[in-house]
């Protein structure tokens, strides 16, 4: 079946580093959203791509979409603590309809 | 209203207790989701309604049973359940039923454990 592989699963950082976690998918998608879970809490959408090579940034944010729609990636640069959760890739295919196929998550901790 | 409401917080209930969950949202979508998560996994679908209608039913087992009253509501029907049915239950909508491409706006979720 389809599938969004997503790494890393875990990634402790010292505050001020950057961190990026990677998505890849089997099929071709028709976008790719990427959600932010903190701990205890439901996850909360952050943005969506849907073309080619797209390149979109949130202040510390930047997320790109493969040329191929396949991969995706989200980068953080200089983390703070209020980054800490677990972000989640997740890929809609037209096959899929309105279904999110999510990756797996990498979960971020920081230490000041 | 920006936001997509769930009762109860939580729940406990035996094997053999029936109880819903509630899923409220006002914004006017018509797309309606019920997960299921597990500790430090992701979100697994159990339940797509589009327009009021069941569009999606991922092989959920039957002591789980949806109902869409109307468009601002969804509910879950629950019993009989195992052990290991014991999760967060999300809730999600998104603005258009279709194959649209947009943002799921999910509930604060439901915890649920079965004794």
């Known amino acids: 079946g389809q599938q969004v592989m997503q790494i890393p699963q875990y990634q402790h950082v010292q505050e001020g580093e950057d961190f990026t976690t990677y998505c890849n998918s089997s099929?071709?998608?028709?976008?790719i959203q990427w959600y932010k879970q903190r701990p205890g809490g439901h996850p909360v959408f952050l943005i969506q791509l849907v073309k080619s090579g797209e390149v979109k940034k949130q202040k510390r944010l930047t997320f790109q979409f493969g040329e191929a729609k396949k991969n995706s990636s989200l980068h953080i640069t200089a983390t703070q603590t209020t980054d800490v959760g677990t972000y989640f890739c997740?890929?809609?295919?037209?096959?899929?309809?309105?279904?999110?196929?999510f990756g797996k998550g990498t979960t971020l901790s920081v230490s000041s | 209203d920006t936001e997509v409401t769930q009762t109860p917080k939580h729940l406990v209930m035996g094997m053999t207790n029936k109880k819903s969950l509630k899923c409220e949202q006002h914004m006017g979508h018509r797309a309606m989701y019920w997960y299921k998560q597990k500790a430090k996994k992701p979100p697994e679908l159990m339940f797509v309604?589009?327009?009021?209608?069941?569009?999606i039913n991922e092989s959920v087992p039957s002591r789980f049973s949806p109902e869409c009253p109307n468009s601002s509501l969804l509910n879950l029907h629950l019993h009989a359940l195992q052990p290991e049915d014991s999760a967060l239950y999300l809730c999600?909508?998104?603005?258009?039923?279709?194959?649209?491409?947009?943002?799921?706006?999910f509930g604060p979720g439901t915890r649920l454990t079965v004794l």
């Open positions: 999600a909508s998104t603005p258009t039923g279709g194959s649209s491409y947009n943002e799921q706006f």
């Open positions: 309604y589009s327009y009021e209608k069941l569009s």
């Open positions: 099929t071709t998608l028709s976008n």
């Open positions: 997740a890929g809609q295919t037209d096959q899929a309809g309105t279904a999110l196929i």
